[in-house]
C-alpha cells in the first residue's frame, strides 16, 4: 500500500507570493490533516478534512486555506507569503477516526525570502 | 499551545543503554500516541496506549501512562544508533478528534 505522498518536496518563494501544497492520502483513508512544522512553534495543527469538508480548524489566519477532493487528496494553499510561514508542512491522512492514528507524508519544506 | 510537555528536551546516551523520555498532558484524553520523528522527514507512528491501559509493550518500547498525574513516559531498551530522532507524544482530548502534539525530545544515541 501505497504510503502519504506530498507534493513538491521543496519549495523557494518570495514574501508576497502564494503557494500550493498537494497530499494524496493513503488509499482508502478519508480524512486528511495539515500540520505546520517550525523550530520554534513545533508542530501546529492546521486543519483536517473529511469527505471533502473541514472538520477541524487550528489558529492559524485566513491566509492559510485548504479543501478536499471527492478522491481523498487534498491540498492546501498559503497566501501573501510572510517570512515566517517558512516551515516543514506535513500532511497526515487516518483511517480510523476513533484513534486518531495518523500517517504523516514525508512534508513539503517551504523557505519564504 | 500544545497539549503536551516533554521532558527532556534533548537526551544523549550510548548505545545499549536504555532511553526514558516523559511527556505531560493537560486535560482528559482517549489516547495517548507517540511518534518519531528524523531529521527533516515525516513523523512515524510507534504506539498508542488508550486511556483505561496502564502499560504497553512493542518490541523495544514500552510506554506506561497515568492519567492520575496526566503523564506517560516511552522506555526505549537497547538502544541503538538508528533509534536517533525527535520523539513526540500526542493526545486526543475525550471532547475532541484532533491529534495534539508535544515538543519533542530529540534523542541522540552515540555508538
Known amino acids: 500500500k501505497a504510503g502519504v505522498t506530498q507534493t513538491p518536496r521543496y519549495l523557494i518563494k518570495t514574501r508576497g507570493q502564494q503557494v500550493t501544497l498537494s497530499c494524496s492520502p493513503i488509499s482508502g483513508h478519508r480524512s486528511v490533516s495539515w500540520y505546520q512544522q517550525t523550530p520554534g512553534q513545533g508542530l501546529q495543527f492546521l486543519f483536517e478534512y473529511f469527505s471533502e469538508t473541514q472538520r477541524n480548524k487550528g489558529n492559524f489566519p485566513g491566509r492559510f486555506s485548504g479543501r478536499q477532493f471527492s478522491n481523498s487528496r487534498s491540498e492546501m494553499n498559503v497566501s501573501t507569503l510572510e517570512l515566517g510561514d517558512s516551515a516543514l508542512y506535513l500532511c497526515a491522512s487516518s483511517g480510523q477516526r476513533n484513534t486518531g492514528e495518523l500517517f504523516f507524508g514525508e512534508g513539503s519544506r517551504l523557505t519564504v525570502l | 499551545s500544545q497539549q503536551g510537555e516533554e521532558d527532556p528536551q534533548a537526551l544523549s546516551i550510548q548505545e545499549g543503554e536504555n532511553a526514558t523520555m516523559n511527556c505531560s498532558y493537560k486535560?482528559?484524553?482517549?489516547?495517548l500516541q507517540w511518534y518519531r520523528q528524523n531529521s527533516g522527514r515525516g513523523l512515524v507512528h510507534l504506539i498508542l496506549?488508550?486511556?483505561?491501559?496502564r502499560e504497553k509493550h512493542s518490541g523495544r518500547l514500552r510506554v506506561t501512562l497515568d492519567t492520575s498525574k496526566k503523564s506517560s513516559s516511552l522506555l526505549i531498551t537497547a538502544s541503538r544508533a538508528a533509534d536517533t530522532a525527535s520523539y513526540f507524544c500526542?493526545?486526543?482530548?475525550?471532547?475532541?478528534?484532533?491529534?495534539?502534539f508535544g515538543e519533542g525530545t530529540q534523542l541522540t544515541v552515540n555508538p
Open positions: 496506549i488508550r486511556s483505561n491501559e
Open positions: 500526542a493526545t486526543i482530548q475525550t471532547s475532541g478528534s484532533r491529534l495534539t
Open positions: 486535560t482528559s484524553i482517549n489516547n
